[in-house]
């Protein structure tokens, strides 16, 4: 039998092709933009589209079981991408950053594909939405836990800032452009909203293909199966338990004292713990744990775990408050705004694209440091700002809150990924992109089961009696009035959240009293009278849920202080594993058994 080479690939993993050209680095930015800007944009697209989509499939948004089909229609998506990000970003450094990177745009489009044929109606077509939003989600995962790695490969470290920064920027534009989309594309088919995704993850999936190259020499190693299932299934399971602690139990508003619920938050932690301390005993870990004696990767992480979730709030928290009360307030139909709630909040769209390249040039030639921590001092004003405004606010200072928020979370996001990918070494950017992005979407899904819980709580004691004395004020009978006031308060929260009128629909359900005059029917179903009536349960929500946000944003910003000046990646090679030890002041390498530099803080 013929020798295998040392450097067969059966033996070393995936090679590195011939260097590139110059011009490669660009064609790496622009199709990992386009990846993560379609990934994020159909996180969020389906938020504002979801009234259509109902009506489409023929489900009542306010039926409280169907609850759960809404919120997996939102939080699946989110579920997935913070769990297997990590596992992803790891398949990329052994087999290829790009090969995994490709795969994921082909399964995109395929899912994209299937979501709008959806051929059932009622529980079994959301069942079907949800199930292949599932599958996209692993197809946009794969997507972005390797771009940053891609990018961190073809630029040189004086521009890989402004790289990082393009591609971080967009993937957090895409999020709230997905809600413009969403509400451009309902307006026209429900099917829309997932037949736009096609042409352009078909298009990405040929370009990526045909233009993307292994840059970089990766290590087959083994996968670490039982840190895989134990990472996965306590994450999932833990974010499970969160996301339906939001919905109501027995006779409380939300489900915390569920057992099945507490049952999922401890499970999820036990499988956490296992997973934490089989990877300090496995010879090729899935998750780098030694990377976490890096000082800065360490800040970094926990600033953008903290920040995504106050953005993620902050996201929620205004479409509810536009769609659900300003807009109405100033004669927008009900229906009409889930666009308008996604053009009024362009402005915080429009501080990212400014100040996320900007900022991660500036980055490479100045630090990240001073950027990341100014923009999250930003971040926290503008909470403090939105925190003072009336619940009725004038726009121009609603705007000037919102671009100044962007700007912020610009100045923040693409130094902070810059200084994150910097601080390890070559082998280990695809894990450390995982990583990066598992904390950033597990945030944006927690940020969901805090924010909603807090603001559910809220006006779980108040929204029952306001809206009983209400609609009793003005002829409706009590019984009527406290049937429709009965309804569990989340069910009325993600009415308004989605551009839905709820009082016409609890009204009819309710089957409105026929001696109420043509006058009282107008006033009951208009623009001001759910608006007015809830303003003063909602403004107290708010107050909380925007002082949680600024006091998260503040310790953000400390952290991002503390991340001290960079290191070189060089010197910040983590541990390989406990195989590899060789001392408490050494490393060994992975590839050649030589002892190198150990992990070192950053400076």
Not at 160 to 168: D, K, P, S, V, Y
Not at 257 to 267: R, T
Not at 406 to 433: C, D, H, K
Not at 435 to 457: D, H, K
């Amino acid at each position: 039998m013929k020798a295998r080479s040392p450097d067969s690939p059966r033996r070393r993993g995936y090679r590195g092709d011939t260097p590139p050209g110059p011009g490669y680095k660009w064609v790496a930015l622009s199709n990992t933009t386009l990846g993560v800007l379609i990934a994020t944009m159909d996180g969020s697209i389906v938020i504002i589209s979801l009234p259509a989509i109902f009506r489409g499939i023929g489900l009542d948004p306010l039926a409280p079981v169907n609850i759960g089909y809404l919120l997996w229609m939102i939080l699946g998506y989110l579920l997935v991408s913070a769990v297997l990000v990590v596992v992803l970003g790891r398949l990329g450094d052994m087999f290829g950053r790009v090969r995994i990177y490709n795969l994921g745009f082909l399964i995109f489009a395929c899912a994209s594909v299937a979501l709008s044929l959806d051929p059932f109606r009622a529980g079994a077509g959301a069942l079907w939405l949800i199930g292949w939003r599932i599958v996209q989600a692993f197809g946009g995962s794969m997507l972005t836990a390797n771009s940053a790695a891609i990018l961190t490969d073809a630029f040189p470290s004086h521009q890989r800032g402004m790289a990082l920064g393009i591609n971080q920027i967009t993937a957090l534009a895409g999020q709230f452009l997905g809600l413009l989309a969403g509400g451009l594309l309902a307006a026209v088919d429900w099917r829309a909203v997932f037949w736009v995704s096609v042409p352009v993850s078909v298009t990405g999936t040929i370009w990526s293909y045909l233009s993307l190259r292994e840059t970089a020499t990766g290590r087959r190693g083994r996968i670490d199966w039982f840190g895989n299932v134990t990472f996965a299934a306590g994450a999932g399971i833990l974010l499970a338990g969160i996301t339906y602690g939001i919905q109501p139990y027995g006779a409380s508003a939300t489900g915390w004292g569920d057992p099945w619920v507490l049952a999922g938050l401890f499970g999820g932690v036990f499988l956490l713990t296992l997973f934490c301390l089989v990877e300090t005993r496995v010879a090729e870990p899935m998750f780098q744990l030694s990377l976490f004696k890096v000082r800065a990767f360490v800040a970094g992480n926990l600033a953008a775990l903290l920040t995504a979730i106050a953005r993620g709030g902050l996201q929620f928290m205004l479409i509810i408050w536009l769609q659900g009360i300003w807009l109405p307030l100033h004669g927008y139909d009900f229906e009409d705004t889930p666009l308008w709630a996604g053009i009024f909040m362009l402005p915080l769209t429009l501080g990212f694209l400014i100040a996320g390249p900007v900022s991660g040039y500036l980055s490479d030639r100045f630090g990240a440091r001073v950027f990341s921590t100014t923009g999250l001092v930003l971040v926290a004003g503008s909470f403090l700002g939105l925190l003072a405004l009336p619940v009725n606010f004038t726009y121009g200072l609603f705007a000037a809150l919102l671009l100044l928020n962007g700007l912020g979370q610009g100045m923040f996001s693409s130094p902070n990924t810059s200084s994150i990918m910097g601080s390890v070494s070559a082998e280990y950017r695809g894990v450390a992109s995982g990583m990066r992005s598992t904390f950033q979407n597990s945030g944006t899904a927690l940020s969901i089961g805090v924010f909603f819980s807090l603001m559910v709580s809220g006006l779980a004691t108040s929204l029952p009696p306001t809206l009983s004395n209400g609609l009793q004020a003005h002829g409706v009978p009590a019984a009527t009035a406290d049937q429709a006031a009965s309804l569990p308060p989340v069910s009325t929260l993600f009415a308004t959240f989605l551009g839905h009128n709820p009082i016409g629909q609890l009204l009819g359900s309710s089957g409105t009293p026929a001696h109420l005059s043509t006058a009282q029917r107008d006033t009951l179903t208009g623009h001001t009278f759910f608006p007015e009536l809830v303003s003063g349960p909602f403004h107290h929500g708010l107050t909380v849920v925007f002082t949680v946000a600024a006091g998260m944003a503040l310790v953000s910003a400390l952290a991002s202080a503390l991340r001290g000046r960079q290191a070189p990646a060089d010197r910040q090679t983590p541990d390989a594993g406990p195989t590899a030890a060789a001392g408490p002041g050494t490393t060994r390498s992975a590839d050649d058994g030589h002892r190198s530099p150990a992990s070192r803080p950053s400076r």
